[in-house]
């Protein structure tokens, strides 16, 4: 499965001189925050295929104008043929007059509501955030900081790949697009644009997370499809 990820600034190369064989062989794209509606809206047409996002820091016109066509993942777990991508958008809060920042203890409460659907799903394979893990990626300031609570989440759950922005390219030298977490999950930094192909081993076949409740959910909703 080829996945684009997006996020932070919109590519020149991707809107302003779009070329198809860019995106060629890509069935999905998830964006982490900070880009225009218009920007997703766009792509989700021209590459036509479906496009998941969460919102950055600075996604508060998300609220009166979402991206048209395009689904937010934040606090869900979405199945995706097979692959469970858990969404977690927003920063470290920095302003108190935003819905797109949290404390450390505010990102903690969310994890704690989604906990039910990740154990329903028996687990996720794909975490989709807009900060970094913190000691991951992230930066000394306020703003910049990482989650740690996302630290927990991912020696818990132990998903194959995590996927976040907010931390731009030109913002050090340090930078680096892939690093290995202690629970053996890739991170990537998606600032801008990145393509990851995920190979049909690395998540579970539609329906087979070895769930009971959840795979007999799936298959009657199959089932019901196919009859209709």
């Not at 990820?5 to 064989?21: C, H, L, N, T, V």
């Not at 995590?162 to 053996?184: A, D």
Request: overall charge neutral; charged content about 25%.
């Amino acid at each position: 499965m080829k996945v684009m990820f997006i996020a932070d600034e919109e590519s020149k190369a991707m809107w302003d001189y779009y070329d198809p064989r860019r995106t060629e062989g890509v069935e999905l794209i998830i964006s982490c925050g900070d880009l225009k509606p218009s920007y997703l809206e766009f792509l989700e047409t021209m590459v036509n295929c479906p496009l998941l996002y969460v919102k950055g820091n600075h996604d508060r016109q998300y609220a009166q104008k979402p991206p048209l066509g395009c689904v937010c993942i934040d606090d869900r777990v979405y199945d995706y043929k097979g692959l469970r991508i858990l969404g977690l958008g927003g920063s470290m809060r920095y302003n108190p007059d935003t819905d797109c920042q949290f404390s450390e203890e505010e990102m903690q409460a969310r994890i704690r509501k989604v906990n039910r659907q990740i154990v329903l799903m028996n687990g996720f394979d794909l975490l989709v955030t807009h900060a970094p893990a913190k000691g991951y990626g992230d930066m000394d300031d306020l703003p910049h900081r990482g989650f740690d609570c996302f630290n927990t989440l991912m020696e818990k759950w132990k998903p194959k790949y995590m996927v976040h922005g907010h931390v731009h390219q030109t913002y050090s030298y340090k930078f680096e697009r892939e690093r290995q977490h202690s629970s053996g999950t890739k991170i990537i930094n998606a600032y801008e644009s990145y393509i990851l192909d995920i190979g049909s081993d690395e998540h579970p076949a539609k329906g087979k997370t070895g769930s009971p409740f959840y795979d007999l959910m799936v298959a009657m909703k199959g089932r019901g499809k196919h009859n209709y």
